[in-house]
């Protein structure tokens, strides 16, 4: 089967200014998720969605970031005005819903900010 | 709330050496474990996991075991290859909720 898909793999933008990433989960899968990975650190949550409804964005900074997952499948991320601390790797991971399933990642899209 | 706690990188061994690096959790509860690898240029991938007590999670030669007593979850290989070298996390999670990451640990086999 298709693996999680993501894209832009890459992104260099200058602060103040807007970016957007997507992912696509594995068919299937209801559960996606929103990781950061900033360099030198593990990956942290930052929203989790069941079909298109958010379970989890306590750790979103929603004065900047966004999330939508239209219809249950696609997501999309924004930031909107990024900051330096933005720099990070961005991994969309998805999983069946329900139990203790594993969680499948994407390749990441990484973020320079300037 | 919820952490793990992992052996500071990097770590440098020869082909052949035998691996460990520790991994300890706080957490709430019983979560699952789990030992995720990233190697260059490629995304996380799952490399073994433990959902109670007890329980060992294996592959690839590598294996780990799920230790309550002492909040741990220590990654183990008898042999190691140049084809193991990679970033290392250990995590755990509550049912289908979030991941908690380790900081990772950067591995580097030399022949």
């Known amino acids: 089967e298709a693996g999680v898909a993501q894209s832009p793999r890459y992104k260099i933008i200058e602060k103040r200014q807007s970016v957007a990433f997507w992912c696509n989960p594995i068919s299937g899968h209801a559960t996606l998720y929103w990781y950061q990975q900033i360099l030198g650190q593990g990956p942290k949550l930052l929203i989790q969605f069941q079909n298109n409804g958010v379970v989890d964005d306590s750790q979103l900074p929603k004065d900047r970031f966004s999330a939508e997952r239209l219809k249950g499948v696609d997501s999309t991320l924004k930031i909107q005005p990024a900051k330096l601390e933005d720099s990070a790797v961005y991994l969309c991971?998805?999983?069946?819903?329900?139990?203790?399933?594993?969680?499948?990642f994407g390749p990441g899209t990484r973020l320079t900010v300037t | 709330g919820d952490s793990v706690t992992q052996m500071e990188g990097p770590v440098t061994l020869s082909e052949e050496a035998f691996l460990t690096i520790n991994c300890t959790y706080t957490?709430?509860?019983?979560?699952?474990l789990f030992w995720y690898v990233q190697y260059p240029g490629e995304g996380l991938q799952l490399l073994l996991k433990?959902?109670?007590?007890?329980d060992k999670g294996s592959n690839k030669g590598f294996e780990a075991t799920y230790r309550k007593e002492t909040t741990s979850f220590h990654l183990e290989k008898g042999s190691v290859q140049v084809s193991d070298s990679a970033v290392y996390f250990c995590a755990l999670s509550f049912g289908n909720e979030k991941l908690t990451f380790g900081t990772g640990t950067r591995l580097t086999i030399i022949p």
């Open positions: 433990a959902t109670k007590a007890d």
């Open positions: 991971a998805s999983s069946r819903p329900g139990g203790r399933h594993e969680q499948y």
């Open positions: 957490a709430t509860g019983y979560p699952s």
